[in-house]
Structures are given as structure tokens and as C-alpha cells.
């Protein structure tokens, strides 16, 4: 009997479906795996003594190279500045500047798409034409005016965070607040809300799949960043986890990668932990204000 | 509940663009207005002057006896239900209603009261703690009309509230909010573009067309006496048929020539067409298509009244049916009984009822005889 290909609506054959299919998930795991790749190196040299390091990179730790723990605590009681303490002013930084951002752009983002006068107009174009100046051109002044202004610390660097952070965020928020029907801030009105009531209670709350992932957005960047806070804190007192993290080279050139290799693996473990915990609100954030709801 | 009194309202945007001119009106308390006019007339843009959404450009708006220009929205004691409902997407249906009251810091015990009582008028009881986006259009449309009646405003204002919903559902709202009126006894001022709306549901019915206010009254006198020949084309479906006419006088008697056609006109007409010098004049002859018959007895009746076309369409609607016909090259409706024999293609003869012709005049399309 003659065999038949069963044919779609659209004229493809459900063979030739399952073979695209199989086609793009060998395709994409690939791609996945050439990503993933580095971090699991990072990984596995963390167990390697400092010397292996460079000689067996890319070798499964053996009896002779693997060193347990040590380079995790070595990582910890390396030099005068605990480990620890740098994750707690990253940690500070990050979350003050995350949740700094999200509060002011996304309030001056409602402003500018509602009143969209002349002004909000310029705003809005700074906002944006801000993305595209590169940091460098500015950190020279920055670092300072930093110093003048006493932003220099963890406690007053999320102004700074807020400067640079805020570009993407207005660009994001007022995107989607576009979408939002401006009856609803209309009831709430009526209902007995004045601005700041309706911002609170009523947008924000709509806000929350683009506030997550900008939110994820700007975490990412603030806990990795390490130009920024070496331009701006003072070293002597205050360290993030990178800056720490490249404080482990010694000096003339003395560099203990197995322990450099452990802490980069811990500084990862947190913010792999929030993306996968967010994750699906990244994909809503991103369809959020596209799909009519 | 109470009245409302717009006096001399205005509306004039930044660009000069003159969106409302000189809208007056008293509502008595517990009236059901209807604002009714094409899009664009500038309905809705009164509604949102009384609602405070839009700022009124000159004039005044009182609200039971108080001048209220100047006063925001939230103390105007009304309540609004939008076209697209404007429900809170992260609020439950129950927390949606209850909004209002509990930015007014009511007792709690209030609150719920209020609530449950507007979901029992409403049938919402079931779906009180679902999310918008887990109800239909309809039920939406009646969450929205919830929100209005926990708070017990002054006037209710309704902006094209069931435009969003099917014709059946549409059918079915209208009754629902046509009991409400009654059970509430509330004065409600609501927005349409629907004539069929407006007709069943108003007390009174404003008609709009660009900004002005062409005729205020109930739905049967904007029917039966429009003022102009907007109103007359705009209330009634299929609209009015409007031909030109030549005014003449014939031994004795004021005749209205529609070609080689004369038109017999009563007494009082001809009386009034005399008396304000239209003879020999063009004036407008309007007709509704249910006012030209096609059955013998009428065509024997208003024998002195008739014209002759031939059918270019047949269209049936189920109880009745529509013959689309051409006259003085203008195309013409006449609605008739279902029964009736004539196909597209035949030779018809019409029969206007002379009472219920209008005459309105050529050139400022206001009636003469109403």
C-alpha cells in the first residue's frame, strides 16, 4: 500500500514539521550548551588547585588537581577585607538601586505618557538618547563629582545607579503605561483617587510585569557591574563582590585563579537563583503592553 | 438622587476646535437622559465635562443646586460606567466594587453590605472573587454598573456601555438597565450613537450633531415632530425618505408636485404653507418607509397621494420587508407588511399617509408644519 504523508492546512507535511522541529531544538541546545559552557568551567576550576588552573583548564578534576574546598575558603580570608562584607554592600547597592529606579521611572514614566506636553516630550528623548552615551565618556567627571557630592559610598551610589539606570526603565515604563487605557485611571478618579492614590493603587499594581523584568534587567547589570562602583566608592572602605573578586590578584602579578574561580562561582549562585525564580515573568514582561489583554 | 443644570456649557480645545456650543438642559431628578448624535457630535465630551473629566470651557453645571465647575470629580458625588468598563485588572470583582467606598474609609460592614447587595441586583454573586480577565463582556459590563451603584450617587453617567457587547447581549442589557432605572430610581445620563437605545430608553432624548443640540424631547415627539431634518433622518431605522417637492396651488387647495405626481396634504399643512409663504416654492417632503403603503386598501385610501417606481431591491427582514426603490433619483425605503407580492424588478405603486408627511424647508432643513 502506498504510503500516504499526512498534510497540514497549509500544505506542510507533518513529516517535514517534525524534522524542522528537531532541526531547531539540536540547533538551540547547542547554542544553550556554548553559553552555559564557560559558567560550568568556572565551576569546575573553583575545585582545582591555583596551579592546574591554567595548565588543565578544560580537564574533570582528578586526584592530583581537585582541592575540595580550599579555594572556596581561602576565597573567604583572603586578604584584609572579608568576603562577606562585599556581598553585603552588593547586595545593598543593588536592591536600594533596583527598587530607587523602579519607584522614580516608573512614576516619571506614568507623568510623561500622560501629560506628553513639550517638555515631557524633551524628557522622554533624554531619557532615551541617554542609553546611548557611553559610560566612558562620562566617568572621569563622574568619579568626580562623586567624590564632591559624597556619593561615594554604598549607602549614596544608588543616586548614581538611578542616573544611569533610569534611560531604560522610562523607556520601558512608558511604553506600557501607553497601552493602559487611561479610562481606568479615569474611574479611579471619579472613585475618589487624587494622582498619587491612582499611582499607587491603581498603576503601579497594572506596572508589575514590566517592573519585574526591568527590575531583573537592572539587577543584573548593578550586581556584575564593576567599573561604576571602582570609579566611584572609596576602596579603602567599601568593595562589591567583582571589585573584591579582582582585589584577589596580589600584587606583581601573583594571581590565585582557583580562588578568583570560586567566588566568581558564588557572586553567580544569586543572581541565577532570581532569574530562574523570575523567569516567567520575563517572558510576560516582554509580551506585556504587545498582546491585548 | 437629584437634577442637574447645564447652562450655556462649552467646550473649546486648545487648537480652537469648538467640541460643544452652548448645550442647555435641566434634568429633573430621576430622569433618564439620552445624549444621541453621530460620533464626533460631542455627546460624550459633555458627559465628561459633568463628570469632571474634561474641563468645562464656559458655562456653568449645577448639580443639585450646586455649582460644580470648579469641584473635582471624586466630589461631585456621580458615578461613571465606561465604554471599554475601565474595571481594576488586579482587583477581584468584589474588591472592584468596593473600591470607591473603601478609599471613603466606610465601615467595613458597609462595605460589605453595599456589595452584596449590588451583586444580588446584578446576579454577580457567583463571580465575586474572580479577576476581570476571567469574565465575559457581559458580565464585565456588569461589574462596571456594580461599581456605580455601591456608591448611591447623585446621577449615574453612562458612556456607550454596551457598545462592546453583541446584539443579543446588547438586547438584554438594555432591559437589565432599563429595571435598574426603575428599581434605583436614579438619574441617569447616558451616551449613545445607538437610536434604538436611546428610543427604549430614555425619558427624554438630546440629539447632538456637531457640537450643537438639534432637538430635546421625549422619544415619541423627536419621532413624530422633529424639528429639522437631521433629527427626522437620524431617529428611525430605516431612516426618513426625503424628496424635494415643488409647492403649488391647485383650485383651492396647496398641493405638494413631487415630479408628475401630486401630493395631497391636510388641511392644517396647507394652511401653514400658505400662511408662511411657501407656495410656489421648493420645499422638502419627508416620509418614513413605514408610512408608505403598498397594499390596496392604503393605495385606495391615499389615492390623492401617490407615486409609482419600480423595485431595485427586495430585502427581507423577517416580519416585515424592505423595498428599496429609486424616485427623482433619489433612492427610497418603504417598509411593508412580509406578505406582500412584490419582487425587484416590479412596478409599484406607494401610497404616502398625508398625515404623516413632514415639510421641512430647503434651505434651513427646519420643519414647517411640526
Known amino acids: ?293 | 438622587m437629584s437634577g442637574l443644570s447645564l447652562q450655556h456649557i462649552k467646550k473649546v480645545y486648545p487648537n480652537g476646535y469648538e467640541a460643544v456650543q452652548d448645550f442647555n438642559l435641566e434634568i429633573e431628578d430621576k430622569e433618564f437622559i439620552i445624549f444621541v448624535g453621530p460620533s464626533g457630535c460631542g455627546k460624550s465630551t459633555t458627559l465628561r465635562m459633568i463628570a469632571g473629566l474634561e474641563e468645562i470651557s464656559s458655562g456653568d453645571l449645577y448639580i443639585d443646586g450646586k455649582r460644580v465647575n470648579d469641584i473635582e470629580p471624586k466630589d461631585r458625588d456621580i458615578a461613571m460606567v465606561f465604554q471599554s468598563y475601565a474595571l481594576y485588572p488586579h482587583m477581584t470583582v468584589r474588591e472592584n466594587m468596593a473600591f470607591s467606598l473603601k478609599i471613603k474609609k466606610t465601615p467595613k460592614d458597609e462595605i460589605d453590605k453595599a456589595v452584596n447587595e449590588a451583586a444580588k441586583i446584578l446576579d454577580l454573586e457567583e463571580l465575586m472573587d474572580r479577576k476581570p480577565k476571567a469574565l465575559s463582556g457581559g458580565q464585565r459590563q456588569r461589574v462596571a454598573m456594580g461599581r456605580a451603584i455601591v456608591r448611591h450617587p447623585k446621577v449615574f453617567l453612562m458612556d456607550e456601555p454596551l457598545s462592546n457587547l453583541d446584539a443579543k447581549l446588547r438586547g438584554q442589557m438594555r432591559v437589565e438597565i432599563s429595571r435598574l432605572h426603575q428599581r434605583l430610581g436614579a438619574t441617569i445620563i447616558y451616551v449613545t450613537h445607538d437610536q434604538t437605545e436611546a428610543m427604549t430608553l430614555g425619558t427624554r432624548i438630546v440629539v447632538m450633531s456637531k457640537g450643537k443640540v438639534e432637538q430635546i424631547d421625549t422619544p415619541q415627539n423627536l419621532y413624530n415632530y422633529p424639528k429639522n431634518m437631521f433629527v427626522a433622518g437620524f431617529i428611525g431605522s430605516p431612516q426618513m425618505n426625503f424628496l424635494d417637492a415643488k409647492c403649488i396651488e391647485k383650485n383651492g387647495h396647496i398641493i405638494l408636485q413631487l415630479g408628475d405626481y401630486p401630493i395631497s396634504i391636510p388641511e392644517r399643512k396647507q394652511k401653514i404653507l400658505k400662511e408662511k409663504g411657501y407656495v410656489g416654492k421648493t420645499v422638502v417632503l419627508g416620509i418614513r418607509p413605514e408610512d408608505l403603503y403598498v397594499d390596496n386598501s392604503s393605495v385606495e385610501k391615499f389615492k390623492n397621494s401617490m407615486i409609482q417606481s419600480q423595485i431595485r431591491v427586495y430585502e427581507l427582514l423577517g416580519a416585515e420587508v424592505c423595498l428599496h426603490f429609486d424616485f427623482m433619483g433619489v433612492t427610497m425605503t418603504a417598509r411593508v407588511e412580509a406578505d406582500t407580492p412584490y419582487r425587484n424588478g416590479d412596478t409599484v405603486t406607494f401610497a404616502l399617509d398625508p398625515e404623516k408627511i413632514h415639510i421641512f424647508d430647503k434651505d434651513t432643513e427646519i420643519t414647517i408644519t411640526n
Open chain 1, 1 to 293: 500500500m502506498a504510503k500516504q504523508a499526512k498534510i497540514k492546512g497549509d500544505g506542510r507535511s507533518v513529516g517535514n514539521d517534525k524534522k524542522l522541529k528537531t532541526t531547531l531544538t539540536i540547533t538551540f541546545s547547542i547554542i544553550s550548551i556554548v553559553y552555559v559552557l564557560p559558567v560550568f568551567f568556572v565551576l569546575l576550576n573553583s575545585f582545582k588547585a591555583n596551579t592546574f588552573v591554567k595548565t588543565r583548564t578544560f580537564a574533570w578534576p582528578d586526584s592530583e588537581t581537585f582541592v575540595g574546598w580550599s579555594n572556596y575558603i581561602k576565597g573567604f580570608t583572603f586578604g584584609n577585607f572579608p568576603f562577606m562584607k562585599s556581598v553585603w554592600y552588593s547586595f545593598i547597592i543593588t536592591i536600594v538601586s533596583t527598587i530607587l529606579i523602579l519607584l522614580c521611572t516608573s512614576m516619571a514614566a506614568w507623568f510623561i505618557a500622560r501629560v506628553n506636553n513639550l517638555l515631557c516630550k524633551i524628557c522622554y528623548y533624554l531619557f532615551v538618547f541617554s542609553m546611548v552615551v557611553p559610560f566612558q565618556m562620562l566617568m572621569f567627571t563622574l568619579s568626580k563629582t562623586a567624590d564632591t557630592l559624597h556619593l561615594n559610598t554604598p549607602y549614596t551610589i544608588p543616586i548614581i545607579y538611578l542616573g544611569f539606570g533610569a534611560g531604560l526603565a522610562v523607556f520601558m515604563f512608558s511604553g506600557f503605561i501607553k497601552s493602559i487605557p487611561l479610562e481606568i485611571e479615569e474611574a479611579a478618579a471619579i472613585d475618589g483617587c487624587g494622582p498619587v492614590r491612582t499611582f499607587f493603587n491603581v498603576v503601579l499594581p497594572m506596572l508589575k510585569p514590566t517592573m519585574i523584568s526591568t527590575g531583573i534587567l537592572e539587577i543584573m547589570w548593578i550586581w556584575n557591574d564593576y567599573l561604576l562602583p571602582y570609579l566611584v566608592l572609596d576602596r579603602t572602605k567599601y568593595m562589591t563582590i567583582p571589585i573584591h573578586i579582582q582585589y584577589l590578584q596580589g600584587s606583581y602579578g601573583s594571581v590565585d585563579l582557583g580562588a578568583i574561580m570560586a567566588l566568581i562561582t558564588l557572586s553567580i549562585i544569586p543572581i541565577i537563583i532570581f532569574y530562574l525564580t523570575c523567569q516567567k515573568y520575563i517572558i510576560a514582561g516582554v509580551a506585556a503592553g504587545a498582546v491585548k489583554g
